[in-house]
């Protein structure tokens, strides 16, 4: 059996998603990860990705109002490029089964199906808590979720009950709720592959005495090479394949609430501790974080000290509770490998050309 998992590097939540799915679905089948914005868009997928960056880390309203547009225009203006490149995607795969982890993957594969009159089923991997109209797709034929509460505002939107799974946001197995015990609590401060971590929250954790300070700086090597150079008690990290070491030593993390962070703690069993969330899927992420009770949220930068971190990490009967919480979430989740779903008959593709 052939897999296609449709992606792109919208932050690196998307990516590592499809990483995690591979992982689990190549014990049973062939797996090919595609970057559907590069490969229609080969000459402007660099200019869309650097545009990207720029609105989540310096425009964020702008981000949020055209998140919302995108949401109720829906679909995708599908030209006459785009499906012949489609077709040769298709031709170069020959995928049994379609997976996307990103609306703009399902919107263009749905469209292309219609057009082609293509019977490859589509299931759709939804990485926000937040949900959002562009998710939506006609031609999916099934949908997993991270929250029953996306479920049922998918369902809300037309789609059969019996079409939609709550499976939890896909994270690798690499992570693990494995904790190293040793005198001095650890705190680990995130930023996402783009680094973004406010000075204040350095400054603050700076004056920590109690605790080991650990601080993932991505891609951004500006802040890499700060801390390195500013606060001699805070370990840097630029970007690093041991996420999952580091979060399984940590008795806290410190982060914006990403999608996948949000499940990498959770499978990890880590408290999350979530710094003014902003975007708008990142908002939606904190409510789903203060509803199940598996972190603290503020929404100020005012609100951040050092002093109310190492308070919380004292407090071992609230640590634990959130850890219980943590179990509790993970246990309500459906099979995330999406092959026990799959009727297992060869498709036909018609109409198609090259």
């Given at each position: 059996?052939?897999?296609?998992?449709?992606?792109?590097?919208?932050?690196?939540?998307?990516?590592?998603?499809?990483?995690?799915?591979?992982?689990?679905?190549?014990?049973?089948?062939?797996?090919?990860?595609?970057?559907?914005?590069?490969?229609?868009?080969?000459?402007?997928?660099?200019?869309?990705?650097?545009?990207?960056?720029?609105l989540v880390t310096k425009m964020s309203g702008m981000y949020n109002l055209l998140n919302k547009?995108?949401?109720?225009?829906?679909?995708?203006?599908?030209?006459?490029?785009?499906?012949?490149?489609?077709?040769?995607?298709?031709?170069?795969?020959?995928?049994?089964?379609?997976?996307?982890?990103?609306?703009?993957?399902?919107?263009?594969?749905?469209?292309?199906?219609?057009?082609?009159?293509?019977?490859?089923?589509?299931?759709?991997?939804?990485?926000?808590?937040?949900?959002?109209?562009?998710?939506?797709?006609?031609?999916?034929?099934?949908?997993?979720?991270?929250?029953?509460?996306?479920?049922?505002?998918?369902?809300?939107?037309?789609?059969?009950?019996?079409?939609?799974?709550?499976?939890?946001?896909?994270?690798?197995?690499?992570?693990?709720?494995?904790?190293?015990?040793?005198?001095?609590?650890?705190?680990?401060?995130?930023?996402?592959?783009?680094?973004?971590?406010?000075?204040?929250?350095?400054?603050?954790?700076?004056?920590?005495?109690?605790?080991?300070?650990?601080?993932?700086?991505?891609?951004?090597?500006?802040?890499?090479?700060?801390?390195?150079?500013?606060?001699?008690?805070?370990?840097?990290?630029?970007?690093?394949?041991?996420?999952?070491?580091?979060?399984?030593?940590?008795?806290?993390?410190?982060?914006?609430?990403?999608?996948?962070?949000?499940?990498?703690?959770?499978?990890?069993?880590?408290?999350?501790?979530?710094?003014?969330?902003?975007?708008?899927?990142?908002?939606?992420?904190?409510?789903?974080?203060?509803?199940?009770?598996?972190?603290?949220?503020?929404?100020?930068?005012?609100?951040?000290?050092?002093?109310?971190?190492?308070?919380?990490?004292?407090?071992?009967?609230?640590?634990?509770?959130?850890?219980?919480?943590?179990?509790?979430?993970?246990e309500a989740f459906d099979d995330v490998n999406p092959l026990i779903y799959f009727k297992g008959?060869?498709?036909?593709?018609?109409?198609?050309?090259?």
């Amino acid at each position: 059996m052939k897999v296609l998992i449709l992606t792109g590097r919208f932050g690196m939540g998307h990516i590592k998603c499809a990483c995690a799915l591979k992982e689990v679905i190549s014990k049973n089948a062939q797996v090919e990860v595609v970057d559907l914005v590069e490969y229609l868009f080969p000459r402007m997928s660099g200019l869309i990705y650097r545009g990207f960056g720029i609105l989540v880390t310096k425009m964020s309203g702008m981000y949020n109002l055209l998140n919302k547009m995108a949401g109720k225009m829906g679909g995708v203006p599908l030209r006459k490029t785009a499906v012949r490149r489609i077709d040769n995607l298709l031709m170069e795969h020959n995928p049994d089964l379609v997976i996307s982890n990103l609306p703009l993957c399902s919107q263009y594969f749905s469209s292309y199906k219609e057009m082609r009159e293509c019977s490859v089923p589509l299931y759709t991997y939804v990485t926000d808590i937040t949900f959002h109209n562009e998710w939506v797709a006609e031609n999916t034929d099934l949908y997993f979720t991270g929250d029953v509460s996306t479920r049922d505002a998918i369902i809300s939107a037309g789609v059969p009950a019996g079409n939609v799974r709550i499976s939890g946001i896909p994270v690798s197995e690499s992570f693990h709720s494995r904790k190293k015990k040793g005198e001095r609590k650890n705190i680990l401060v995130m930023g996402g592959g783009l680094g973004l971590v406010p000075c204040r929250i350095l400054y603050e954790l700076s004056k920590v005495e109690d605790a080991d300070v650990v601080l993932v700086a991505g891609h951004n090597r500006k802040l890499y090479e700060d801390v390195r150079e500013k606060f001699s008690n805070i370990k840097v990290y630029g970007y690093t394949d041991e996420i999952p070491e580091l979060m399984a030593d940590a008795d806290l993390l410190i982060s914006k609430p990403g999608g996948i962070t949000m499940f990498e703690a959770i499978r990890s069993k880590t408290p999350l501790y979530i710094v003014k969330p902003e975007l708008e899927q990142e908002i939606g992420n904190a409510g789903f974080i203060e509803r199940t009770g598996i972190g603290k949220v503020i929404y100020s930068m005012d609100e951040f000290s050092s002093d109310k971190i190492v308070s919380l990490l004292k407090d071992e009967e609230e640590m634990q509770k959130m850890r219980e919480n943590m179990n509790r979430v993970e246990e309500a989740f459906d099979d995330v490998n999406p092959l026990i779903y799959f009727k297992g008959e060869r498709l036909c593709r018609k109409n198609m050309y090259i």
